[in-house]
């Protein structure tokens, strides 16, 4: 069973920073693509900032220039930068990973679609 665990997130005025970290549990063979997804109450889930095998990236028009995207291959972690934060960018944000992960024995396991269980980010003065 593979896990995501998020984690970085928190309360911070308008204009602060934070970063959110997305660790698996289990070693990541193969990426298809990676995201951050946020969801506010009473809003459908949208995607935040995406990226694929081939290292292209894809940010939602209102987080470009202020949230970053990243990974880290060799610890199968995600990241997203959060620069000069908004009251609404509050939210439950999500990581996503679609990929080929190792069981604990390194053997591939199925392609699949993993989700983390979220982190809060909340904005406010």
């Known amino acids: 069973q593979v896990q995501l665990v998020e984690s970085g997130g928190g309360l911070v005025r308008p204009g602060g920073s934070l970063r959110l970290s997305c660790a698996a549990s289990?070693?990541?063979?193969?990426?298809?693509?990676m995201g951050w997804y946020r969801q506010a109450p009473g809003k459908q889930r949208e995607l935040v900032a995406g990226?694929?095998?081939?290292?292209?990236?894809h940010y939602a028009d209102s987080v470009k220039g202020r949230f970053t995207i990243s990974r880290d291959k060799a610890e199968s972690t995600v990241y997203l930068q959060m620069n000069n934060l908004k009251p609404e960018d509050t939210a439950v944000y999500y990581c996503?990973?679609?990929?080929?992960?190792?069981?604990?024995?390194?053997?591939?396991?199925?392609?699949?679609?993993?989700w983390g269980q979220g982190t809060q980010v909340t904005v406010s003065s």
């Open positions: 289990a070693r990541l063979f193969s990426m298809y693509r």
């Open positions: 996503n990973i679609e990929g080929i992960f190792g069981d604990a024995h390194f053997r591939p396991l199925p392609q699949n679609d993993y």
């Open positions: 990226t694929t095998s081939d290292g292209t990236t």
